[in-house]
């Protein structure tokens, strides 16, 4: 169901040799046999930490993004970037290598929910008390959806994840959170520093986890962020290596290029694989170094 396939992989050759190659994404097995800082790596860049003692963290958003249509090179390892030379893009134009993958609506709610459970447990657990924006004076600053509102995403990528190039995603809200679709840069910070003073809060939180399917397996993907606000700044963390399921989650009906999940088999992985994917991603927020 996987095979490689020749002509995509003679069309690599020349992205792969000008750039080079992503690592190959690790099973959560791989991760497991290493320690929880080496699971992912995720890049910090701001001047603010998660407190370790927890308090009133506010969880402007909490999101999943879907990836439903992406384009895949090579073998198990993704090309960086696939130039815009007349030969690439006809062959995306052609489909080679694309990669729709199935969820139903269902599926969407129930997955993203699953996550979001699972990092307001981790949140929880932190001793961190959850405090819903909602109703917050300053949440008007943001630019949301409205609740339980979900969010197509159409993008031209040249550059790749460690799991294929994105072509569309679906960002689905989890619990009662509202999918933020801005501001952006400082005027965005502006609104987590106000939302942060009005509500007296320690944390302000933004989480975008990215899921899709690769190599038959879910992924917790890279491009995977957590934004925080704390009275000392702001950090953006970033996922730069996806993290697999050790069991597949297709239906006996997947080819190479149309892929529908089972919702069971998916749910069931994020089970398993999802409180790893947001401990490492906490910790290394939590992390002062």
Known sequence: MHRRNPLIV??????????????????????RDRSSSES????????????????????????????????ETGDTRQAAFVPPHPVFLAAGAAGIGRRDVEFNDSAFERIADRIGATLR????ARGWTLIDPAGANTFTQFEALDAGEARPVSELNFAATDTGRMRAMRVQPTGSARVITG??????SAARHALLNELGADAVVRAIIRVGVYQGRASFEEGSRILLTTPA?????????????????????????TLPISESS?????????PLFIKSALDALTNES
């Not at 501001?183 to 965005?188: D, F, H, M, Q, V």
């Open 121 to 124: 447990s981790d949140l929880a």
């Open 266 to 274: 998916y749910l069931n992985a994020v089970e398993e694989t999802a």
């Open 183 to 188: 501001p952006t840069g400082k005027r965005e």
């Open 10 to 31: 003679a069309l690599c050759l020349i992205p792969v040799l000008l750039v080079g190659c992503k690592a190959a994404p690790r099973t959560l097995a791989q991760a």
């Open 40 to 71: 992912n790596a995720w890049t910090k860049r701001g001047g603010a930490s998660l407190p370790s003692s927890g308090g009133k963290l506010v969880l402007a958003e909490a999101s999943v993004e879907f990836v439903t249509s992406k384009f």
């Open 233 to 257: 700044g702001d950090t953006v963390l970033s996922a730069g290596r996806s993290l697999l399921s050790d069991t597949e989650v297709l239906t006996e009906d997947a080819t190479n290029g």
